[in-house]
């Protein structure tokens, strides 16, 4: 039992809320857990397969476009609190901007400007995304809501930390006022709109064909307003 992956004893404990079919595990990652821990597609269907090789879970027949439920079993449950009630491991970093940073002094500084400033993006709308989740949700499990105040404690302290690099040789404060930032209109709309999309996606309104019609259409503004700048 002590064996378990990280993300196969992940995918037992989603199981512990009841049946869910490989698809239904990957929505349960894309709502917020893929941002503290990578998981692919093939990795959780790998995964599932083993732990149903090993006793750890049933499954029941295939239903519609060939998605077929997994059921956790008691060899499952016993696995994952043996995995759970283990000391985590520490972290490690791996964030490929501070590898490049490393040797900054190699790289032009206009060109350095602007990996901070696709970064910067990616950053604020990490957060962004971690703000909009429903506080209902929050309110309802204080555990998702210390992983979550996590995360924007995380990209707050990052974002704080950009804001300094245009000390840096050569970059001047053009960091901070880089063109390629949505104008304030356009910043707000895009808040706006993102807030929607999370909402829907926790709340488990991505699964009927319309409200995924939804989701797109506001993926789709969010990226005219990232592009255009304006709103």
């Given amino acids: 039992m002590g064996d378990l992956n990280a993300t196969a004893a992940s995918l037992l404990g989603f199981l512990h809320d009841g049946p869910k079919t490989g698809w239904d595990l990957l929505q349960e990652i894309d709502r917020g857990f893929k941002h503290f821990w990578n998981v692919t597609p093939s990795h959780v269907y790998r995964e599932l397969k083993g732990l149903h090789e090993r006793g750890y879970i049933q499954a029941a027949d295939r239903q519609a476009r060939d998605r077929q439920?997994?059921?956790?079993?008691?060899?499952?449950?016993?696995?994952?609190?043996?995995?759970?009630?283990?000391?985590?491991?520490?972290?490690?970093?791996?964030?490929?901007?501070?590898?490049?940073?490393?040797?900054?002094?190699?790289?032009?500084?206009?060109?350095?400007?602007?990996?901070?400033?696709?970064?910067?993006?990616?950053?604020?709308?990490?957060?962004?995304?971690?703000?909009?989740?429903?506080?209902?949700?929050?309110?309802?499990?204080?555990?998702?809501?210390?992983?979550?105040?996590?995360?924007?404690?995380?990209?707050?302290?990052?974002?704080?930390?950009?804001?300094?690099?245009?000390?840096?040789?050569?970059?001047?404060?053009?960091?901070?006022?880089?063109?390629?930032?949505p104008a304030p209109r356009g910043l707000q709309a895009i808040r706006v709109l993102r807030e929607r999309a999370v909402k829907m996606v926790f709340e488990g309104r991505a699964e009927t064909g319309n409200s995924r019609g939804s989701i797109a259409r506001v993926g789709q503004r969010l990226g005219q307003i990232s592009h255009s700048g304006a709103g």
């Fill in 69 to 181: 439920p997994y059921t956790i079993t008691s060899e499952g449950r016993a696995a994952f609190t043996a995995w759970l009630t283990q000391q985590p491991g520490h972290e490690t970093m791996r964030i490929p901007l501070l590898v490049t940073l490393w040797f900054g002094a190699h790289l032009d500084p206009g060109q350095l400007r602007t990996f901070i400033e696709s970064h910067r993006h990616a950053n604020q709308q990490r957060l962004d995304y971690y703000q909009a989740v429903p506080q209902h949700m929050l309110d309802a499990n204080p555990y998702l809501a210390a992983v979550i105040r996590f995360g924007i404690a995380y990209e707050q302290a990052v974002l704080a930390w950009m804001d300094q690099l245009d000390t840096l040789p050569g970059m001047s404060a053009a960091c901070a006022t880089s063109t390629n930032r």
